[in-house]
């Protein structure tokens, strides 16, 4: 018997994205509030698209 892996993530909330991507809880507010990082609200809870994080992140590379 096999164990299905995980499905892949597509949301994450506050808590994870800023472990994930390094950015601090305020920055990370302060980039939704810009617009940079999307948001789904369901009742209280917030989750960020995990394609918006990657989508920021690509964004802002620098070539070197």
Known sequence: MTLDPEPERITVRIKEACRITGIGRSKLYELIAEG??????????????????KALTEGRRQRR
């Open 36 to 53: 940079e990082i999307d948001i789904v609200k369901i009742g209280a809870m917030t989750l960020i698209p995990v394609d918006s994080l």
